[in-house]
């Protein structure tokens, strides 16, 4: 059982065009983080949202944390080459730690 | 550059066998994450070690070890290998003292096993 759907899983775009990615779950969360992952290196954490609601933005990237806490977004405004890779949300299961990741949404910017 | 590292970056090796994968978090960090990553199954959490005690087992088969060592290294022990152990794996770690447990990787292992 997925506790966090990420959609789309592949998304192929030009450069200038916008574009949003979901994280979905059934379950109420804590918190929500967003990573980036580029291919053959490590998942690089973007952001934490922590408030129902609540809005982040990170240069042309916007994230969303949903009033409810189930679901967020990450919508890339004029997005670039170099915001191709895979993004996964994340969030923390039980306590002790562990984290839960979405499938990911593979996103490909072609010039 | 996260901080946390990784070694070795490539390893091949022959089913049957045993490898070990070395992990050393940030500086401060007291826990140390295990995830596998592989193209079907996406990232899987495998194991958390909390200085030096298993605090979290995720879904990490019994041909599978970890340990982390007093100076909050950590080993990842992969025997009897198959050829569907093929894969990323990465180490994370943490301030488990952070409400949100942002996790910090390291570049990963990639293991191929012929």
């Known amino acids: 059982t997925q506790l966090l759907e990420q959609s789309p899983q592949f998304l192929s775009i030009q450069e200038g065009e916008n574009l949003t990615v979901y994280c979905n779950s059934s379950?109420?969360?804590?918190?929500l983080q967003w990573y980036r992952q580029e291919p053959g290196e490590g998942p690089v954490l973007l952001v934490t949202?922590?408030?129902?609601?609540e809005v982040k933005k990170l240069k042309r990237l916007t994230f969303q944390f949903g009033d409810a806490r189930k679901d967020s977004s990450l919508h890339i405004t004029a997005a670039q080459p170099g915001d191709t890779g895979l993004y996964l949300c994340a969030g923390p299961y039980n306590q002790g730690g562990k984290l839960i990741f979405g499938q990911g949404t593979e996103l490909s910017v072609k010039p | 550059d996260s901080g946390v590292t990784q070694t070795p970056k490539h390893l091949i090796t022959a089913t049957g066998q045993r490898v070990t994968l070395r992990c050393s978090p940030r500086s401060g960090d007291l826990s140390v994450y295990w995830y596998q990553q592989s193209l079907d199954q996406g990232l899987q959490f495998l194991i958390q070690?909390?200085?030096?005690?298993?605090?979290a087992k995720g879904n990490i088969l019994e041909r599978f070890s970890a340990q982390q060592f007093p100076d909050l290294h950590s080993e990842l022990n992969l025997s009897s290998l198959e050829l569907g152990d093929s894969a990323l794996y990465f180490c994370a770690s943490s301030t488990l003292g952070s409400s949100y447990n942002e996790q910090f990787f390291g570049p990963g292992t990639r293991l191929t096993v012929l």
């Open positions: 070690y909390y200085n030096g005690e298993e605090r």
């Open positions: 379950s109420v969360f804590s918190s």
């Open positions: 949202v922590v408030t129902g609601g």
